[in-house]
């Protein structure tokens, strides 16, 4: 890795880095010693970006920094193709078209050296499982997740078994053949996973769950924290 990329992934890790970063943690991620890191960090801070923390400490990016989002490295761009692959192969059409469309303006910025690591990228996804389709638009849930709306369900089991369901929706997971919807369920008091393929009907109420942003998620973590291993 060239110096300066070097000096350009230390600052997108302490970008994205809440905690301070120790310089032994930035040198094994970045697969360097800890002296070069020391250097680099010191070459960073001469050249006024706002890095606070010492030697020992650790190293922390200042919030207000400002750098081009679109400095991307042939790495980051393979990420991101391989991500738009995924999301482009799977049955939401309105995220797969999203997907196509974040790559088409990536492309349309980024230096034209680069632009080959987009159009002939060397990594890339298998063909998406064959399977019977969701028969509903997802986009009712997002908006729900985004809006901290609640839903109502008419949900069939495994077994064939109709309910209706009021649920708190937290995320969409998506797996190889089919996509989860996660919610907290007012008829069972405690978070599920709903497939949508077996969801019949979904409506969005004006009721909002109450909390504030960000709370339903973080219940949800310390719920599959807790009960790992149950679906």
């Known amino acids: 890795m060239r110096p300066t990329d070097r000096l350009f992934q230390i600052i997108q890790i302490l970008r994205r880095s809440s905690h301070p970063k120790t310089a032994a943690a930035l040198a094994g991620e970045l697969g360097v010693s800890t002296r070069t890191?020391?250097?680099d960090i010191a070459d960073l801070i001469g050249q006024r970006v706002p890095i606070e923390g010492e030697?020992?400490?650790?190293y922390l990016l200042a919030s207000d920094y400002d750098m081009p989002p679109l400095m991307?490295?042939?790495?980051?761009?393979?990420?991101?193709?391989?991500?738009?692959?995924?999301?482009?192969?799977?049955?939401?059409?309105?995220?797969?078209?999203?997907?196509?469309?974040?790559?088409?303006?990536?492309?349309?910025?980024?230096?034209?050296?680069?632009?080959?690591?987009?159009?002939?990228?060397?990594?890339?996804?298998?063909?998406?499982i064959g399977g019977p389709g969701d028969t509903i638009d997802t986009s009712i849930?997002?908006?729900?997740?985004?809006?901290?709306?609640?839903?109502?369900?008419?949900?069939?089991s495994d077994t064939g078994q109709d309910s209706e369901r009021i649920v708190w929706p937290a995320m969409l997971?998506?797996?190889?053949?089919?996509?989860?919807?996660?919610?907290?369920?007012e008829l069972r008091h405690d978070f599920r996973h709903f497939r949508l393929d077996?969801?019949?009907?979904?409506?969005?109420l004006e009721d909002s769950n109450?909390?504030?942003?960000?709370?339903?998620?973080?219940?949800?973590?310390?719920?599959?924290?807790?009960n790992a291993g149950i679906s």
Not at 55 to 58: E, Q, V
Not at 116 to 123: G, K, L, R
Not at 173 to 185: N, Q
């Open 55 to 58: 030697a020992g400490f650790g």
């Open 198 to 204: 077996r969801i019949i009907e979904a409506e969005s």
């Open 141 to 156: 849930f997002r908006t729900a997740i985004r809006d901290s709306r609640k839903l109502r369900l008419r949900y069939r």
């Open 72 to 128: 991307l490295t042939p790495n980051e761009i393979e990420a991101a193709v391989l991500g738009a692959q995924w999301v482009a192969s799977r049955s939401d059409t309105v995220l797969a078209h999203a997907a196509r469309d974040l790559m088409a303006k990536i492309a349309a910025v980024i230096p034209a050296h680069l632009r080959p690591f987009i159009a002939e990228p060397s990594v890339g996804t298998r063909p998406a």
């Open 37 to 39: 890191i020391y250097r």
């Open 173 to 185: 997971g998506y797996a190889e053949t089919h996509c989860l919807l996660i919610a907290w369920c």
């Open 210 to 226: 109450g909390l504030r942003k960000g709370e339903l998620r973080r219940r949800y973590r310390l719920w599959r924290e807790t």
